[in-house]
């Protein structure tokens, strides 16, 4: 007990640092969108130079966004952009930490379904349930939300490194979820040579999609 309130508690305050540099970040972007506001002929900096394709998508210069009038590349409306950015990303930490408190929740019900303990499956299968809602939310908070304003910098940094962490937990989410279809067994027979072995990939995904995820949120904090 005294071990999962030492994660818990380190978690919460991850999140608050993460919050308090998220702001920093879009605090330097506001003010340089202000210095933009008075040259229209700026225009062309109002997006980064790198945006990831859904970014791009809805966002990019000749994005599915732009076509309403609420959305037009201004340097104002850019502005209003930022802001939604804001809130997306916070509640995409807010909801990546309570994600990883179901990561853990399910870590210690897995081990007891994993060892024969049948009486916890249906809290099993409903911590799998929450946890895939706020993950793939989460996922989704980051992947569409507005660009930012300023380029990343080029050579290694944290943000590549939680980008490429990400794409390590994302793979392991869904082989978690295509494997989970593979562990059940039929009946009250014995589990059979190829359920064990699946329940082994599917321990093992799970186990890389927690720590990745975990490891993507300590690293955006350096």
């Known amino acids: 007990m005294k071990k999962i309130f030492i994660i818990l508690f380190g978690l919460f305050l991850l999140t608050i640092n993460n919050l308090n540099a998220q702001n920093d970040s879009i605090k330097v972007e506001d003010d340089l969108l202000n210095s933009l506001s008075s040259d229209s002929s700026n225009q062309e900096k109002l997006l980064p130079d790198h945006m990831i394709i859904t970014q791009r998508m809805l966002w990019g210069e000749k994005g599915l966004m732009r076509n309403f009038d609420a959305f037009e590349l201004t340097p ?41 303990d049948k009486s916890v499956k249906d ?43 990400a794409i390590i937990h994302m793979t392991s989410m869904i082989a ?17 040579k190829h359920v064990l072995q699946m329940r082994k990939w599917h321990r093992a995904a799970a186990f890389t999609a927690f720590g990745s995820f975990l490891a993507a949120e300590i690293v955006i904090k350096f």
Do not use: D, W
């Open 76 to 116: 104002e409306k850019r502005a209003h952009e930022l802001k939604i950015r804001r809130t997306m990303l916070v509640t995409h930490q807010v909801l990546g930490t309570l994600t990883s408190l179901g990561m853990i929740a399910q870590g210690f019900v897995g081990s007891k379904l994993y060892n024969g």
């Open 123 to 165: 809290l099993h299968e409903g911590l799998a349930a929450g946890i895939n809602i706020g993950y793939f939310t989460t996922a989704a908070l980051s992947l569409f939300t507005p660009p930012k304003m300023l380029n990343e910098r080029k050579g290694f940094s944290s943000i590549k490194m939680h980008k490429y962490l």
């Open 176 to 192: 978690t979820n295509i494997l989970a279809e593979q562990t059940e067994n039929e009946g009250n027979l014995p589990p059979s």
